[in-house]
């Protein structure tokens, strides 16, 4: 949900999607917003460049500094809207790890 809709919107380009991850490249022009969202897995951010994010969380305000290539895990449950504030575009790969059970495993052999 976007609790702002004066920002631009984020791009998410997914590059792949298929029963063990989802791998999108988000790219904010300055000024962006992802807008709210809860993460639904465990995930992992590569930075394709250097640049800061805002993070509106229900715990307030936060900011992310991203460097280039330095990668960082989150986990799933995560809830924010992520806004780009600087004047440069900001891009980072996310991956997406879906958690799979003994089950899903059996069930495939």
């Known amino acids: 949900m976007n609790r702002n809709n004066m920002r631009p919107q984020a791009i998410p380009t997914v590059q792949i999607d298929n029963g063990r991850v989802i791998v999108?490249?988000?790219r904010f022009p300055p000024g962006a917003e992802t807008g709210w969202h809860?993460?639904?897995h465990d995930y992992v951010v590569v930075p394709m460049?250097?640049?800061n994010l805002v993070l509106e969380t229900d715990e307030g305000i936060?900011?992310?500094t991203l460097v280039k290539g330095r990668s960082?895990?989150?986990q799933i449950g995560v809830s924010h809207?992520?806004?780009n504030p600087g004047p440069h575009e900001v891009i980072f790969v996310e991956i997406e790890v879906k958690t799979r059970?003994?089950?899903d495993y059996a069930e495939q052999a």
């Open 72 to 74: 960082y895990a989150r």
């Open 49 to 51: 460049t250097d640049g």
């Open 81 to 83: 809207n992520v806004i």
């Open 101 to 103: 059970t003994r089950q």
């Open 38 to 40: 809860t993460h639904a």
């Open 62 to 64: 936060k900011t992310s």
């Open 24 to 26: 999108t490249e988000w």
